[in-house]
C-alpha cells in the first residue's frame, strides 16, 4: 500500500477533490467545505481499497479509483 506524511494526504485529498470535479461527481450546489469533505471521505476509501497499488502512482491508483465509482 501507499504511505503518505499529512502534507502527502492534504495533496492527494485535492487531488481526489480535481478528479472528483472533472468526473461531475459533484452538484453546483455543493460549498467548497462539502466538497472537501466528501473528498476526504473518498480519499479514505481509496487508501483501504483495492486500487491503491504500491506498484502504481498514487495519482494512477486514485483516478482509477475514481473512475470506478
Known amino acids: 500500500m501507499n504511505t503518505t506524511t499529512e502534507t502527502d494526504q492534504a495533496y492527494y485529498t485535492y487531488v481526489t477533490l480535481h478528479l472528483l470535479e472533472v468526473n461531475g461527481f459533484f452538484t453546483d450546489d455543493e460549498t467548497c467545505d462539502e ?22 502512482s498514487e495519482y494512477s491508483c486514485i483516478e482509477a479509483y475514481i473512475e470506478s465509482l
Open 35 to 56: 466538497r472537501w469533505s466528501n473528498a476526504t471521505a473518498h480519499y479514505q476509501q481509496f487508501l483501504d481499497s483495492k486500487y491503491n497499488d504500491h506498484n502504481e
